[in-house]
């Protein structure tokens, strides 16, 4: 049978891919536990669909391997995207009033999301509120997730955690307009009171994912 009639089991290779990045074929098949010959099967047809693009890694003395990412097709179709009418007006907006305008306006609108998300995460301890912003992003389109970070010594009571997005849910804002993505580092600071937010990864900067450390200040 081909993977056309498995959609989901190329969905599977698709939203892997996105959130580790790149994988074997090998790999591919021990998560998804199916052979490898029907793992090729299902990238040959997402690579004629242009959806992932491989490269070759040669590893030792051994035969060259594969390895498979999401083109810029399949990332965009991951989840679906929402932002094409928002888009569509923002670029109105700079015809009429100027890109200088559109950043100011941008700017009020995300310090005001910040604050909803406050207002929506409470004040309780920090992995309840890191979780429930994680779930509001979610609601919003953004595959995300977050994790505790283990203490650095015996001695460190710092609550630390991770949050990682491995989709930009308006990407094609941020292309016109890349100045949101410097107002997301902020939301979060300001959405998550008494908290230091660092960038650890950028999907703008050809990363397969965005991260953000969170460590409550003493």
């Known amino acids: 049978m081909t993977a056309t009639q498995h959609p989901s089991t190329k969905q599977d290779i698709l939203y892997y891919l996105l959130k580790q990045g790149q ?65 569509s007006l923002l670029d109105t907006l700079a015809e009429t009033v100027g890109k200088d305008q559109v950043r100011d306006i941008l700017r009020k609108q995300w310090e005001r999301k910040a604050l909803d998300y406050r207002r929506r995460v409470g004040t309780g301890p920090l992995q309840e509120r890191v979780a429930r912003l994680v779930e509001l992003r979610q609601a919003e389109g953004y595959m995300a997730e977050w994790h505790a970070v283990e203490p650095q010594t015996d001695t460190d009571t710092t609550p630390r955690f991770i949050i990682t997005e491995y989709n930009c849910a308006i990407s094609h804002i941020a292309e016109s307009f890349p100045s949101v993505c410097g107002h997301e580092l902020e939301m979060f600071a300001l959405a998550l009171q008494d908290c230091r937010v660092e960038r650890t990864h950028w999907l703008v900067n050809g990363e397969h994912r965005c991260g953000y450390l969170i460590e409550a200040m003493p």
């Open 23 to 87: 994988a074997t074929a090998q790999e591919l098949a021990d998560r998804l536990t199916i052979s490898p010959q029907a793992v090729r099967r299902h990238l040959k047809d997402l690579e004629d669909e242009a959806l992932i693009e491989h490269q070759t890694m040669q590893l030792g003395m051994g035969r060259p391997q594969h390895t498979y990412r999401l083109s810029s097709k399949g990332r965009s179709q991951l989840p679906d995207r929402y932002d094409e009418f928002a888009l």
